[in-house]
């Protein structure tokens, strides 16, 4: 084997490895949201703190740009610009959805409930993306929902509104991983957090405006937490995330993603003293069980194809 070849070989086989490094660490990181995010609204309004939020991300990750000699990256191809607006939007939309959804809901509950994320992003993958889905992953699929309805039943009242806000906020999501796929090898994943981020200030600070529900006289923690919360969440970790989209599939990337309630329990008890009620937990776990499911099954069909 010459050396071409040889190199051209352990780049194949360091791929899955270097997709696997760039998720773990990303969802890992990504799992302080709900901590953050959650002591933070204890203090802002979601609206405030969603503006707070991305005016935040996206100097983080301009710095980063700038830092990284990135900045030619910047103008990005025509071909690409209507697809940023679009994960931008939808950026827009889903943290006044999903921030509004974690003030009403036990952080580990939502973590529990974006388990869907996984789900959409292995259904949007199929549908846009031509990647693989069979009638068999439909039986994990249904668990998952049925997982929902324990989580909620007798409890409507109560939970119903976080519920729905949190699932309509993943959707936004799964359509951002969608559209971060097809376009990060032309712009780049530190690329695509900034201008997500740039075009969430702009939605979120119409709808400010619209409802006139700005609060920003809180104490100084809640600004701290605030700010680093939006570094750690949707600056560093998605730029990981984002680059892992390079090195293997997008359902891939999805499945790691199945893990992070793990990561989110401990964290809420040990800084927020908060745990999920029992039939919360129940709910939560079948979820997540319907969740892994679905990701081994999709991976294992995929790989025999």
Known sequence: MNTTTATIAETAQSMPAKGLLFSLSGTIILSTNYITAKYGLTGFRPESFCLIWSISAAFFSL????????????????????????????????????????????????????????????LFGFMFLKERFSRGEIFPVALMISGGFVSAFGRWEHVGTGIVLTLLSCCAAAIQMGLAKVVVKDVGSTIIPFYRALTGIFIVSIWLLLTDSANFDVPASYWGVTILGAFLGPCLSLILIYRSYTYWELSRSSAILTIEPLMVIPQAYVLLGKFPATQELIGGSIILFGAVWLTLLHQRQAAAN
């Open 63 to 122: 710095v980063i740009i700038f830092i990284t000699g990135q900045q030619r990256r910047l103008k990005v191809p025509k071909s690409a610009a209507l697809k940023l607006f679009l994960i931008g939007l939808a950026n827009g939309i889903g943290i006044l959805l999903g921030w509004a959804g974690l003030a009403r809901l036990d952080p580990a509950f939502s973590s529990f409930l974006w388990r869907f994320l996984p789900m959409l992003g292995i």
